[in-house]
C-alpha cells in the first residue's frame, strides 16, 4: 500500500498504490485533505495502480471530495488503465464512479502536464 502526495507547478497528485483499506484511513484522510487544501487549482487521485480499494477507503475518498465543495476547483480520478479489464475499471463501472467524478485517462485531458513519474 502506498498513499503519496505529490505537488508541481501545474496540479497537486494522489496516488493510490497496492491495497487501500480501513486500516489506512487515517493516512489516506490526512492525504486528501491535504490535496484539497492544496492552492494548486488541479487536484488528481491517481488510481491506476490500485489492486484492492475496500468500500470504506472508496467511501473516504467520495466523503471528502465531494463535500469539498469545489472550493479550490474540481478533483478528478486519473486511470490509465482503461482497457476495462482492471480491477479499477470494473470498480469505476460497478459503483458509477464516473457520475461522482471526473475520470481522465490522462493528465493531458485537464489540460496539464502528465503524472510525475515514481522516483
Do not use: W
Not at 487521485?45 to 475518498?61: K, M, R
Request: proline fraction near 3%; charged fraction near 20%.
Amino acid at each position: 500500500m502506498a498513499i503519496v502526495l505529490r505537488d508541481d507547478q501545474t496540479m497537486t497528485i494522489l496516488l493510490l498504490d497496492g491495497h487501500i483499506v480501513a486500516e489506512d484511513s487515517s493516512s489516506l484522510r490526512e492525504k486528501i485533505e491535504s490535496l484539497l487544501k492544496s492552492p494548486i487549482a488541479v487536484k488528481v487521485i491517481d488510481v491506476t495502480e490500485v489492486e484492492f480499494i475496500d468500500s470504506f477507503a472508496l467511501g473516504q475518498i467520495v466523503y471528502y471530495c465531494n463535500n469539498a465543495g469545489g472550493a479550490n476547483g474540481p478533483v478528478y480520478v486519473l486511470n490509465r488503465s482503461t482497457g476495462g479489464e482492471s480491477y479499477i475499471d470494473r470498480l469505476i463501472e460497478i459503483s458509477e464512479l464516473h457520475q461522482v467524478f471526473t475520470i481522465i485517462a490522462s493528465t493531458d485531458a485537464i489540460g496539464g502536464t502528465s503524472a510525475p513519474e515514481e522516483d
